[in-house]
């Protein structure tokens, strides 16, 4: 019986990590064919040299599969049996304005945490507000893979909007995985880990190789301050428990901070650099591999967990992965309609949580502050609503004072006015 092929459209295909999801792809062809792939971005030039690159990909793998580019989201979106959503909203430019303010204002930052998350999330509203629509009018059973940031609260606005297969992937996971795996010589998939919260802010209390847990001897093996357990050897050790490196944002805020003040540039100011050389080298025709240059851009291996995903919806293969569902009871310590990140399998095409248990005692304040965070940063989207915004703001740990806060608000929405939708007020 011949295996049915399928379609993915992928929402910001002009982004430099496309070639890495590209060669996933194509390597895994024979077992999932692809009748067609689809790159949209908005911004045509540079999607045309992602194309290029793509079939250069696609040869070298001795495999065959159309690769297209379109400028409209209704022609990626429809029919497609999967959507995947990498799109950066104001691309770089608007990531080093958020920065900006966040140096203006001396609040630790970084792309999907506090003044970088919210500007992020502000310019992604109407977008995801149409794609969601089209969704559901085109594409009504496709598999939404969301990994644009901040993909915690952008995956629940899909979800509020009615796009119930919607799940955000991030690459963190992977990365603790490809760690131990140094670690303990052993493959990455050996490991289960016991990792449950929001995106960027999990809390992992066990660790299972060969039905053991081996969590004290993660703890005893890590480097401190180097990624991903980039924090302090007291703090490392202050709960018998891995907590998401991004948790440094709110530990060791100062620190972060101290560093980004005397830094020459900004991070999306290094990524800009980063990324002039790498359309260099996909512009070329003889590059026709992904460039060693891709894992300084940060972000690498965000494509391989949406690629076994896929691959895990194609063929119910019994693969654990990491990803952000709506948590309906999982998290009890959580609402319903946040997005959670927990582990899950996919069985005959359905998302199947892993128990977890409750949030550790140390780990679930912290949680449920953001939890509630991004749930009044979402009914300031849904709503319209500077108000809501505003109370987000205010409970938000790395936005110590109000008056602050109000001028963050207003500078974002005056720097981002051509991306908000007219009826905020």
């Known amino acids: ?86 799109l950066r909203a104001g691309d770089q430019k608007g990531r080093i304005t958020d920065e900006k303010v966040g140096l203006k204002y001396h609040i630790p930052f970084v792309e999907t945490v506090s003044v970088c998350g919210l500007g992020t999330f502000l310019r992604s509203i109407k977008i995801y507000e149409e794609i969601a629509a089209l969704i559901k009018e085109c594409a009504p059973n496709a598999y939404v893979m969301n990994f644009a940031n901040p993909a915690g609260p952008l995956t629940e606005y899909l979800l509020r909007l009615g796009i119930t297969k919607a799940m955000g992937v991030c690459n963190v996971p992977v990365i603790l995985a490809k760690s131990m795996s140094t670690m303990f010589h052993v493959p990455e998939e050996a490991f289960y880990m016991q990792t449950r919260g929001l995106n960027h802010l999990t809390v992992t209390d066990a660790i ?3 039905g053991e847990n081996v969590l004290n001897e993660v703890l005893n093996r ?20 891995i907590f998401n490196p991004y948790v440094q944002y709110y530990w060791h805020g100062e620190k972060i901070l101290e560093k980004l003040l005397h830094s020459s540039q900004t991070r999306g100011e290094e990524v800009v650099e980063i990324e002039k050389q790498l359309l260099a080298l996909y512009d070329n025709p003889q590059t026709d591999t992904v460039p060693d240059l891709l894992t300084s851009r940060g972000g690498s291996g965000y494509s391989l967990v949406v690629a076994h995903l896929m691959l895990s919806f194609y063929r119910n293969d019994d693969v654990i992965h990491y990803i952000n569902i709506r948590n309906n009871g999982l998290l009890k310590e959580l609402p319903d309609a946040t997005a959670v990140e927990v582990p899950v399998l996919i069985k ?78």
């Open 1 to 86: 019986m011949e295996r049915q092929s399928v379609k993915i459209g992928v929402i910001g295909g002009g982004s430099v990590f496309t070639p890495e999801l590209i060669d996933l792809l194509a390597k895994s062809f024979r077992i999932m064919p692809i009748k067609e792939l689809v790159l949209m971005d908005i911004n045509e030039p540079r999607v045309k040299i992602l194309q290029k690159i793509s079939e250069r990909l696609v040869k070298r793998a001795g495999v065959n599969f159309p690769v297209r580019i379109t400028t409209s989201y209704r022609d990626a979106i429809n029919q497609a049996d999967f959507v995947l959503i990498q």
């Open 208 to 210: 299972y190789l060969n």
């Open 222 to 241: 890590a480097v401190s301050d180097k990624f991903p357990f980039p924090f302090t050897e007291d703090v490392l050790h202050a709960f018998p428990a």
């Open 348 to 425: 005959e095409k359905q998302i199947l949580p892993i128990e977890t248990g409750p949030l550790p005692h140390y780990a679930a304040p912290l949680i449920q502050t953001m939890a509630e965070y991004y749930r009044l940063m979402l009914d300031g989207a849904e709503q319209r609503s500077i108000k809501a915004l505003r109370q987000a703001l205010l409970i938000h740990p790395l936005f110590p004072d109000a008056d602050v806060s109000e001028n963050v608000i207003g500078d974002l929405m005056a720097i981002n006015r051509d991306f908000l939708p007219d009826d905020f007020s």
